[in-house]
């Protein structure tokens, strides 16, 4: 089967196509980070009417470099949510549009499920059950896997989720968004040793997440740093590493605890976070004492893509799931409500 996959949910348009059999075809991606780091951050209308622009020239674009026409898709499907509402409408609708023309079924997904199945897109998949620790911009959650739609929340962030603490500490640093990999860069030269900043919740048993503590942690240090007038390149670099740190230690804390409670040995990371390179060296280092492994998406599908969304419609397409009625744009949609296939009645 040879499903086109549609992703619109924020700030990235991606569109790929999918064979069952012969796997990933083509993909491509459209990013409209430039457009919204003027504003410091996503714009919600801008991005709306970006993917109208880019969205039908990115799918000619996909079934020209796999060389299909339109009678070679099988079906079509789209990132349903979470997400905002009117991005996940352009591609919703241009899903359903496209699914009626071209008399194939179509399919809404859920965003994290893809985020959560890319790494299965590579060579060296992991088998079911693994952890799998969901890091983006908008979510923070450990979930354990046992299947397709079989979903356990451990825990998750009660407030910012690591990658918006990860852009919001940068806003503070007068870094450009997205602050992640800014962050990062600027860490390199900073010096681990000037600074600890907290590690929140890892005083007591759990496995959810608080960012937004750290985040205030940031501007404190930011302003006395200033008032001393001691502040100078440097001295930001050490900022940005130690919020890194900090970041990368609670993270790590948080899925050696869910390795422990669940017994697994497989973790999977993903979301924009996982293209964080001082987390992954971290991890490595943790799992490999424990004899476990970390099972990454290629760099590219960290973060958002149409590979992923059409990887996870096109498992759910092939066991008989699709949309019976209208096109589906929902904003918030928590993944554990998500159910296998077979059971499903959409
Ligand atoms: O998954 P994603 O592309 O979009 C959402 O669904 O949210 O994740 C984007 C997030 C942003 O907050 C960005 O700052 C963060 O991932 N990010 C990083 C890195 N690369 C992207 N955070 C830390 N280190 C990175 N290298
Ligand atoms: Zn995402």
Redesign the pocket.
């Known amino acids: 089967m040879r499903v086109l996959g549609i992703e619109t ?4 348009t991606g569109v790929a196509l999918y064979d069952t059999d012969e796997g990933l075809l083509a993909d491509a991606l459209y990013s409209q980070i430039a457009m919204h780091a003027e504003f410091g951050g996503v714009v919600p209308e801008l991005a709306s009417r970006d993917h109208t622009r880019k969205l039908l020239p990115l799918i000619q674009q996909v079934m020209d470099d796999a060389n299909v026409t339109a009678s070679d898709i099988d079906a079509i499907t789209y990132t349903a949510g979470p ?1 905002l509402v009117g991005a996940l409408m352009v591609g919703a609708s241009t899903a359903h549009g496209l699914a009626r023309a071209w008399r194939v079924p179509v399919l809404g997904v859920h ?1 994290m499920e893809g ?1 959560l199945l890319a790494p299965m897109l590579e060579d060296d998949a992991p088998e079911f059950p693994f952890v799998a620790l969901l ?5 923070t959650q450990l979930v354990a896997v046992r299947g397709l739609g079989e979903y356990e929340l451990l825990g998750e962030s009660v407030d910012d ?4 603490a ?2 919001k500490a ?1 806003k503070m640093l007068e870094l450009p968004y ?4 800014q ?2 860069k600027l860490a390199e030269e900073g010096d681990p040793k000037r600074y600890r900043f907290p590690r929140p919740m890892t005083d007591r048993p759990g496995l959810d997440f608080s960012f937004s503590g750290l985040k205030t942690h940031t501007m404190v240090t930011l302003k006395k740093a200033k008032a001393s007038g001691e502040m100078d390149e440097q001295h930001r670099a050490d900022i940005a590493r130690a919020f ?1 740190e900090a970041v990368v230690d609670t993270l790590v804390i948080k899925c050696r605890r869910a390795l422990d409670k669940t017994g697994l040995k497989r973790l999977v990371v993903a ?3 996982s ?3 001082r ?1 992954r060296e971290r991890l490595s280092l943790e799992l490999t004492k424990r004899n476990a492994r970390a099972y990454y998406p290629r760099g590219c599908f ?3 893509n149409g590979a992923m969304i059409a990887y996870v419609g096109a498992q759910r397409l092939n066991a008989g799931e699709q949309d019976t009625g209208p096109m589906r744009a929902v904003p918030r949609w928590p993944l554990d409500s998500l159910v296998p296939p077979k059971s499903s009645g959409i």
Do not use: K, Q
């Open positions: 949910s924020c700030d990235e997400g965003h985020h890091v983006s911009g908008g979510h989720a690591a990658g918006e990860f852009d940068a997205p602050g992640g990999p962050i990062a890194e979301g924009g976070v293209a964080n390179t987390l960290c973060t958002d």
